[in-house]
T-cell receptor, first 114, second 115 residues
Framework: AQKVTQAQTEISVVEKEDVTLDCVYE???????LFWYKQPPSGELVFLIR??????QNEISGRYSWNFQKSTSSFNFTITASQVVDSAVYFC???????????FGEGTQLTVNP | EAEVAQSPRYKITEKSQAVAFWCDPI?????LYWYRQILGQGPELLVQ????????DSQLPKDRFSAERLKGVDSTLKIQPAELGDSAMYLC?????????????FGQGTRLTVV
């Protein structure tokens, strides 16, 4: 079973600021996956990234970057030069390989103001 | 681009009535999930199918909820009778992986309001 904590319930920034969303997870699986999803006001969940627990390399995709620290069970997400369109709820979700449900956190509501 | 289709988008029903939601996953995806998302919370898995078989329904309130995926393609989730606490967004997702440890693609959801 997995558990995830997204301690930041709401974050508000001004456009072009950098913002980091925190994610701390718990799992008993030795091999697992970590996901980030974005949920805009329209409601659908949009996949952002999937990371294997064996791969601790940080990843950058455009303005998005992810910092995976297995030693502290954290998988933080940074948006550089935020834009108004980044406003959404962001979910971190671990997934075991023995069981395949995604376990979602409570989410972080990000508001980017112009 | 292939999408997960859900209908209806919105549903208002009275307490004690029956309600059903439909999901058509991306073609070829073997794994199908139904999640429930209560306002202000993260989605929670209700049921997971691998082809036509249920592989995880541990969180499904089986006294009132049922789900089927008869031909291993589209799926229906039913609630009978609906209760006020069932008001939520019901999200369907699919993934190609045989054991589900791959990216899940989500539909736009059905927002249910029970009055």
């Amino acid at each position: 079973a997995q558990k995830v904590t997204q301690a930041q319930t709401e974050i508000s920034v001004v456009e072009k600021e950098d913002v980091t969303l925190d994610c701390v997870y718990e799992t008993r699986d030795t091999t697992y996956y970590l996901f980030w999803y974005k949920q805009p006001p329209s409601g659908e969940l949009v996949f952002l990234i999937r990371r294997n627990s064996f791969d601790e390399q940080n990843e950058i995709s455009g303005r998005y970057s992810w910092n995976f620290q297995k030693s502290t069970s954290s998988f933080n997400f940074t948006i550089t030069a935020s834009q108004v369109v980044d406003s959404a709820v962001y979910f971190c979700a671990p997934q075991g390989t023995s069981g395949s449900r995604l376990t979602f956190g409570e989410g972080t509501q990000l508001t980017v103001n112009p | 681009e292939a999408e997960v289709a859900q209908s209806p988008r919105y549903k208002i029903t009275e307490k004690s009535q029956a309600v059903a939601f439909w999901c058509d996953p991306i073609s070829g995806h073997a794994t199908l999930y139904w999640y429930r998302q209560i306002l202000g919370q993260g989605p929670e898995l209700l049921v997971q199918f691998q082809d036509e078989s249920v592989v995880d329904d541990s969180q499904l309130p089986k006294d009132r909820f049922s789900a089927e995926r008869l031909k291993g393609v589209d799926s229906t989730l039913k609630i009978q009778p609906a209760e006020l606490g069932d008001s939520a967004m019901y999200l369907c997702a699919s993934s190609p992986g045989s054991r589900g440890s791959t990216e899940a693609f989500f539909g736009q959801g059905t927002r249910l309001t029970v009055v």
